[in-house]
T-cell receptor
Framework: DAGVTQSPTHLIKTRGQQVTLRCSPKSGHDTVSWYQQALGQGPQFIFQYYEEEERQRGNFPDRFSGHQFPNYSSELNVNALLLGDSALYLC???????????FGDGTRLSIL | AQKVTQAQTEISVVEKEDVTLDCVYETRDTTYYLFWYKQPPSGELVFLIRRNSFDEQNEISGRYSWNFQKSTSSFNFTITASQVVDSAVYFCALSEAQGGSYIPTFGRGTSLIVHP
């Protein structure tokens, strides 16, 4: 039974570029949440997707957008990358948003 | 105001010592959930425990135990007879109802280093 899978594992971008991160939820899960974890900090909630719609959003600018597909997988898009966007991006899935969530290993994004 | 406070940034112990990780939370909700997660160097957050606000019973799972006290808004985590494999960052999290979803707010984490 595959858990939450994220791709890519690592990514290096430059300021101003755009990036897309991908997440496949655990089998049987229909809700996907995205988190940003800066070095030495706890994960910060970006947004949550359920039934292909953004259900809840944290305090992140519109440069951060997402999408959920009919198979429940999800993408996180970040436009106009800033140095401060360098972080570990974690995807978590659950059934109907019920806690606890299952987390993936994350994508480490570095902005040069 | 920080909703989840983990005042211990880093704790260093020698194997077989007992260690307690502190977590203090802040909420006005009567219904909420508390969690502990473990994050090894690989990055994945591993779920350890969930407690709802109506269940103050302490819990023990092997070498792990949790003490939930609503009177002091604390949810502390104790590892008995620590092992090197326990070395990781541990996060306490609070979930309150937000638009029908219980989105967790994480503390800053406590890095536990267990020396052989």
């Amino acid at each position: 039974d595959a858990g939450v899978t994220q791709s890519p594992t690592h990514l290096i971008k430059t300021r101003g570029q755009q990036v897309t991160l991908r997440c496949s939820p655990k089998s049987g899960h229909d809700t996907v949440s995205w988190y940003q974890q800066a070095l030495g900090q706890g994960p910060q909630f970006i947004f949550q997707y359920y039934e292909e719609e953004e259900r809840q959003r944290g305090n992140f600018p519109d440069r951060f957008s997402g999408h959920q597909f009919p198979n429940y997988s999800s993408e996180l898009n970040v436009n106009a990358l800033l140095l401060g966007d360098s972080a570990l991006y974690l995807c978590a899935s659950s059934w109907f948003g019920i806690q606890p969530q299952h987390f993936g290993d994350g994508t480490r994004l570095s902005i040069l | 105001a920080q909703k989840v406070t983990q005042a211990q940034t880093e704790i260093s112990v020698v194997e077989k010592e007992d260690v307690t990780l502190d977590c203090v939370y802040e909420t006005r909700d009567t219904t909420y959930y508390l969690f502990w997660y473990k994050q090894p160097p690989s990055g994945e957050l591993v779920f350890l425990i969930r407690r709802n606000s109506f269940d103050e019973q302490n819990e023990i799972s092997g070498r792990y135990s949790w003490n939930f006290q609503k009177s002091t808004s604390s949810f502390n985590f104790t590892i008995t007879a620590s092992q090197v494999v326990d070395s990781a960052v541990y996060f306490c999290a609070l979930s309150e109802a937000q638009g029908g979803s219980y989105i967790p707010t994480f503390g800053r984490g406590t890095s536990l280093i267990v020396h052989p």
